[in-house]
Structure formats: structure tokens, C-alpha cells
């Protein structure tokens, strides 16, 4: 679940979720205002008709049955009271108190009160899912002088709170929050698929630049990005394969020359400048049987193919016991793979070779960590200074200044390695060792299920 979150998917999910939140929340507040500010229009006018109706007909009644009328007529949120006196402060007049004295004429005399009654801030009940709300509309008294010098006081006050009806808004809210989420899931994933198989052909570019193009399909923009890729790889494998054709070519021509004069070699008279210019014959002929390695490194049209990856590690510490080299290998990974076998090979032969030569010896370890094999091979030589660690793997680069095969071999070694390992999906790193060595670690994923 946390991985869908740090993806592309759940993050676009996410903001498309919280926008939609969002705009149905702010669409439902406005609307339930929008509701209220209705009703309390409606319920002002109401009360102005109301509220001339009962003074005009308080008028017609004898002054000694007004208050029993008045009792008997003041409902809901209209109460009209007779008083004695004004002993309540008034204010200038408001927009209710304007309206009605339109409607009852000159003759009635409306004073505002100042303050408002209690009930006018208290929270009304309400079904909404924003909960209880305070009324808005008209609440205020009033203090109107009849025609015959009585003083009534006015109190318009809200309505009662409606009753519970057991409808729940949350019963429509959360179908609808859940429609929205499935929505935004369909989207995120109709849009994210194609930059998922966008990016699932780059992996597989890295791993086989000779697998099948991307389709196209989607979007137009989808299309064009995904024939941008194709002609990409088009133009990448070209280019290695002609540079790798280039580099077989010179390598394979340089043979013939270099075998011809190794016999005329033996017709030199004197044996010890015969001796080093064999020597000097056997460095380019190595150095030329590297440069086919390193050619061959770079080429990717072996097939693939399920190995078990610890006969491959016995095979290949078994033909270095046979050669001589002080090899021990440790630990099981219990795992298969999809993988090039001669390239898998040349790869830890030339980390083998490596450790040998400036450690004398060679201790693998190989274990299983996750879905990958994590194999070490250490050796106790000098190591390698910190700041030349990463161009070890350069083509050619030795850190002897000698051009001695003795010491330094070609350079290739470790680049052939590396180009092997990145086009399996592995990963190759050299680190020194705190009690003297180098340690070389291949990790190498599960690309076929283990046993």
C-alpha cells in the first residue's frame, strides 16, 4: 500500500480523489446556503403578512380582549405582547421594521429594540452533513404603538428546528464518495497505463536491446511517444552494432598480421630480442583477444535461458581449482534465472582472473537476498584507491602507469564485467576492505522463478 502511494498512479489518484472531495464539498455548502438564504426570504415575507395581519385584527378587538387574543393568535415564531412601558433600549430602524411600517401606514408607530432575543443564537438541529447551523433571517423585537396609544412588543423569532426524519445525508454522501473513488481509479488507470508500458519498455530496453518494439496504442500523444521510443531503440542498436561490427572487424583483421610475424619471430637469431618481441607479440594478441570480448560483451543476440545459478557458480570456481588458481566457494542460492549462460560465464571468469591476479586467491560467497542473488568475491591484494574505484571500469583504464602484462593486463576485464551485469538487470561494485583486499559484488535479479 505505501509503494501505490510513492507511485505515479496513487499519487494522480489521490489528487484527483481530493479534488472531486473537494468540489462536491463546496458545491453542497453553497447549495445548502443557498437553501437557507431561500427559506429565509420566504419566511421573512411570510412574517410581514402575518405579522400585519395580527395588528390590524388586534385593532378591531375590544382593548380588554386584545391580551387574550394576542395569547391565542401568537404561534411559531411570531409573539405580539402588550407591555406597560419602553424600558428597553431602541436602536435605528431596520429593514424588517421599515417593510412592515410600509405595509401598516403611518398611523402605527414601529420602534426597533436594542439586542437580540436569546433564541436567536442558539444552534439550530439539522440534517446536513456540516451539522447544527445558526438561523439567518429575521430575529429582533419590536415595539409598535397602536392607533389607541397601547404598546405591544413584536418578537420575531426563528422557527422551530425541523424534526428528525431518519434520513442521513452521510447514507447518500458515502455512496457517492464511493462512486467517485472507483471513478478516479478508472481514470488514473486508463491514464497511467501507457506511461507504465512506456516504462516497462525502457527496463526491458536496458536488459535486451534487441526486444520487440512498443506497440502503438492509446492516445495520440501516447502514439507519438511511443514511436519517438521505437525509432530510439532503432537508432541505439544501430549504433552498437555497428560500432561492435567495427570493433570485431579490427580486432578479427588484426589477427592474421600478428600470427604471421609470431613465425617469423622464430627466424630471429638472437634469442633474447627474440623473447621480448614474443613478449610484446603475446600482449597485443591478448589485448586483441580482449577487444573480441569486449565486443562480444556489447553484443546481445544470445537467447536467453533458465540456468540454475549455483551449478554455473561450481562450474566455474571448479575450472579455476583445475587451472591452479586458489579459489573457495560458500553459500547456496537456491535460485534459476533468465540470463545469457556464455555471457553469465565470462562475467565471473573475469572477476575470478581479476581477484586472482592482484589477491592471489579468491573467496566467493553467494546468498540469496529478496528476489535477487548477491554473489562476493574478495580477494587480500592492495585494493584499489577510492577515488579510482568507479573508473576501474573504464575501457582500458589500469592504475599501473606500466604497460606490463604482468601487472596490469589490458583494462578490459572489468569493463566487459559491468557490460555483461547491465544487461542482465544486475548491478557490479567494488569496495575495499577494512582488513586489506577488494571485494567485488554482483547482484544479480530473479527474472524466473526460483526452485
Keep these: 500500500m505505501k509503494a501505490f502511494w510513492r507511485s505515479m498512479t496513487g499519487r494522480v489518484f489521490l489528487v484527483l480523489m481530493l479534488g472531486i ?21 420566504y419566511r421573512d415575507y411570510h412574517a ?9 385584527t388586534a385593532e378591531v378587538v375590544l382593548p380588554e380582549a386584545r391580551g387574550q387574543y394576542l395569547r391565542v393568535a401568537s404561534k411559531g415564531g411570531l409573539r405580539l405582547e402588550p407591555i406597560e412601558s419602553l424600558g428597553a433600549a431602541t436602536q435605528p430602524p431596520t429593514e424588517f421594521s421599515r417593510a412592515l411600517g410600509a405595509r401598516l401606514g403611518a398611523d402605527y408607530l414601529l420602534t426597533p429594540l436594542a439586542g437580540r432575543p436569546e433564541a436567536c443564537d442558539q444552534p439550530r438541529q439539522s440534517n446536513s452533513i456540516f451539522g447544527p447551523t445558526q438561523w439567518r433571517g ?31 445525508e452521510y447514507a447518500v454522501f458515502l455512496p457517492f464518495l464511493l462512486s467517485i473513488a ?42 507519438q511517444a511511443g514511436a519517438a521510443f521505437n525509432a530510439m531503440q532503432a537508432r541505439i542498436r544501430q549504433h552498437i552494432f555497428q560500432r561492435t561490427e567495427m570493433l570485431a572487424a579490427i580486432t578479427h583483421d588484426l589477427q592474421t598480421p600478428l600470427t604471421r610475424m609470431r613465425l617469423r619471430l622464430e627466424k630471429v637469431r638472437d634469442e633474447d630480442l627474440q623473447q621480448k618481441l614474443i613478449g610484446d607479440l603475446s600482449a597485443m594478441q591478448q589485448m586483441v583477444k580482449e577487444g573480441l570480448d569486449l565486443a562480444r560483451s556489447m553484443d546481445t543476440t544470445e537467447a536467453m535461458q533458465a540456468l540454475d545459478l549455483d551449478s554455473l557458480l561450481d562450474s566455474v570456481c571448479a575450472d579455476a581449482v583445475d587451472a591452479g ?15 545469457r549462460p556464455l555471457d553469465i560465464r565470462r562475467c565471473l571468469v573475469n572477476l575470478l582472473d581479476n581477484a586472482v591476479k592482484y589477491g592471489q586467491q579468491a573467496q566467493v560467497a553467494v546468498e540469496r537476498v529478496g528476489g535477487a542473488a548477491r554473489i562476493r568475491i574478495r580477494d587480500s591484494g592492495p585494493g584499489i584507491p577510492a577515488d579510482q574505484l568507479a573508473r576501474v571500469f573504464e575501457p582500458f583504464y ?12 589490458t583494462g578490459l576485464g572489468l569493463t566487459i564485467a559491468r557490460n555483461i551485469a547491465e544487461q542482465h538487470g544486475a548491478t557490479l561494485t567494488l569496495a575495499n576492505l577494512e582488513q586489506g583486499g577488494l571485494e567485488a559484488t554482483l547482484v544479480i535479479p530473479e527474472y524466473y522463478a526460483g526452485k
Design 182 to 223: 472507483i471513478l478516479a481509479y478508472l481514470v488514473t488507470r486508463m491514464t497511467m497505463r501507457p506511461l507504465k508500458k512506456l516504462a516497462q519498455a525502457a527496463k526491458d530496453l536496458g536488459n535486451d536491446i534487441n526486444h520487440p518494439p512498443l506497440a502503438l496504442a492509446g492516445a495520440s500523444e501516447i502514439r
Design 138 to 168: 429575521t430575529c429582533e423585537e419590536i415595539l409598535v404603538r397602536m392607533r389607541d396609544g397601547q404598546l405591544l412588543k413584536l418578537s420575531v423569532l426563528p422557527p422551530r428546528s425541523p424534526p428528525p426524519t431518519g434520513h442521513n
Design 48 to 56: 410581514l403578512e402575518r405579522v400585519e395581519q395580527l395588528i390590524t
Design 398 to 409: 589500469r592504475i599501473e602507469t606500466s604497460r606490463s602484462r604482468s601487472s596490469g593486463g
Design 21 to 41: 472531495v473537494a468540489s462536491a464539498a463546496l458545491t453542497q455548502w453553497l447549495a445548502v446556503n443557498e437553501r437557507q438564504r431561500t427559506l429565509s426570504r
Design 325 to 339: 588458481q586458489r579459489v573457495e566457494l560458500d553459500g547456496r542460492s537456491t535460485m534459476a534465472m533468465m540470463c
